[in-house]
């Protein structure tokens, strides 16, 4: 069984279009993130949801958006996708926020996304 | 000048060899610290926390030197199945949620 999900695990698209990523895990974990690593391999933290609400949200464009539908699933929509969005985005979730339950992220197998 | 800095390597090591690496980190506020391990084009994975007094799991040993702001890792006879990339990782606790903030790696390639 895959504790985090994400699907799709490739996507290819052109600049300018719309897509969505989606990410799931059965750990029962209250927490979820999105992280981009890009070329260069560094690991940024994009958004994180607790329960379903917002508490983290770094600098990112407008053009991306998250959304936690119920605290198992942490979406990401992306607007009018630019050639520098491309990158592998990694879901993770942690069994809370502080202490050592929000130490050990958990994190999905990524979604390498390339914008053309 | 970048909150987690590591050596991007690759440090290249025979089998059975020991080799350690260290991470510098610049947030003097930072709480918490971590080593994760990605092997190529998979995901991070918790290798192990790094305490104050210093802290060995098998044949990896993690230290923190607060004062001078680095925390270090090394393996003892390395295994062909070490090879990997290691990422530091920094935690500060924000207002709502811990932010972890990870380095962009060291890259370890043990040979036979």
């Known amino acids: 069984d895959t504790a985090v999900s994400q699907t799709p695990k490739y996507l290819v698209t052109q600049m300018g279009n719309d897509k969505s990523i989606k990410c799931e895990q059965n750990?029962?974990?209250?927490?979820m993130y999105w992280y981009k690593q890009d070329s260069k391999k560094f690991l940024k933290i994009m958004f994180s949801?607790?329960?379903?609400?917002?508490?983290i949200n770094e600098t990112v464009p407008n053009r991306f958006s998250p959304k936690s539908p119920d605290k198992a699933h942490l979406n990401l929509h992306i607007n009018s996708l630019e050639l520098g969005d491309s990158a592998v985005y990694f879901c993770?979730?942690?069994?809370?926020?502080?202490?050592?339950?929000?130490?050990?992220?958990?994190f999905g197998p990524g979604t390498r996304l390339t914008v053309t | 000048r970048k909150e987690v800095e590591q050596d991007p390597g690759p440090f290249n090591v025979p089998e059975g060899a020991t080799v350690a690496f260290n991470c510098t980190y610049s947030?003097?506020?930072?709480?918490?610290f971590f080593w994760y391990r990605q092997d190529c084009r998979k995901e991070p994975k918790l290798l192990m926390s790094?305490?104050?007094s210093g802290n060995e799991d098998g044949r990896f040993t993690a230290q923190l030197n607060r004062a001078s702001q680095y925390i270090s890792l090394l393996i003892r006879d390395s295994k062909l199945s070490d090879s990997a990339t290691y990422l530091c990782?920094?935690?500060?606790?924000?207002?709502?949620?811990?932010?972890?903030?990870f380095g962009g790696g060291t890259r370890v390639l043990v040979k036979p």
């Open positions: 790094v305490y104050s």
């Open positions: 990782v920094v935690n500060k606790i924000k207002a709502a949620g811990n932010k972890l903030t």
């Open positions: 750990l029962g974990h209250d927490t």
């Open positions: 947030n003097s506020a930072s709480q918490s």
């Open positions: 949801y607790n329960n379903k609400e917002l508490i």
């Open positions: 993770a979730s942690t069994a809370g926020t502080s202490g050592i339950n929000g130490y050990e992220q958990y």
